[in-house]
């Protein structure tokens, strides 16, 4: 390959960005999508995911979080600037909801089009949950419905564009996030 060839092919690539990646349509908010999925022995079903609204928090709420990872353990929450996002999830199929993962189905994605995974299980000290009413349930995983309070945090300056899932299965799926993000939870 000569040098003007590689050169061309490193500027398409460069100009190109995210040219692999397909659009997704936006949702509102509230909107529910079905998620395919299969379970023991094949068995398929959907699980709902169905974000209700947006409100951005302040750096502040952050100090002194920590958040529970799957394994048990805990470490503190990151800093930046945290988007809580009301979610419910629902298991439409014969199998049982994956709790300790499911909340990762939810992507956010920050202007510069960087995606950002939700915290795993904030651990909120009493009085200070900004998601009063939308937080973890406790109990069994088989759970029909769950509804969570996802938290994203993001780096300093950056701002919520879109919410995307992240399931696994080929299905992708996307919510618009207004631009004036209120400070106050949303009502249900």
């Known amino acids: ?14 100009l190109c960005g995210g040219c692999g990646e397909e659009e997704l349509p936006k949702r509102r908010l509230g909107t529910s999508v079905d998620l395919p999925v299969s379970v023991l022995n094949d068995v398929d079903g959907t699980i709902s995911v169905t974000p209700f609204g947006v409100w951005r928090g302040k750096p502040d709420d952050l100090i002194g979080l920590n958040v529970r990872h799957n394994d048990g353990t805990e470490e503190p929450a990151p800093s930046g600037t945290p988007y809580y996002v ?21 992507r956010a994605v920050d202007t510069d089009g960087e ?5 795993d ?20 995983s088989a759970v029909e419905v769950l509804d969570v309070c996802l ?5 300093e300056g950056a701002e ?8 696994p299965g080929e299905e ?4 618009a996030v207004p631009r004036n993000h209120s400070t106050a939870p949303p009502r249900r």
């Open 86 to 106: 009301p979610t419910s999830f629902g298991n439409h199929s014969p199998g049982i909801m994956p709790k300790p993962s499911i909340h990762r189905w939810v």
């Open 172 to 175: 992708r799926f996307a919510w």
């Open 121 to 140: 299980d904030p651990q909120w000290q009493p009085g200070k949950d900004p998601c009063e009413g939308f937080t973890f349930r406790e109990g069994d």
């Open 1 to 14: 390959m000569s040098r003007l060839a590689l050169a061309v092919a490193l500027v398409g690539i460069v």
């Open 115 to 119: 995606y950002v995974v939700p915290l």
């Open 160 to 167: 919520l564009d879109y919410l995307r899932t992240a399931a």
């Open 151 to 155: 938290v994203f945090v993001l780096p």
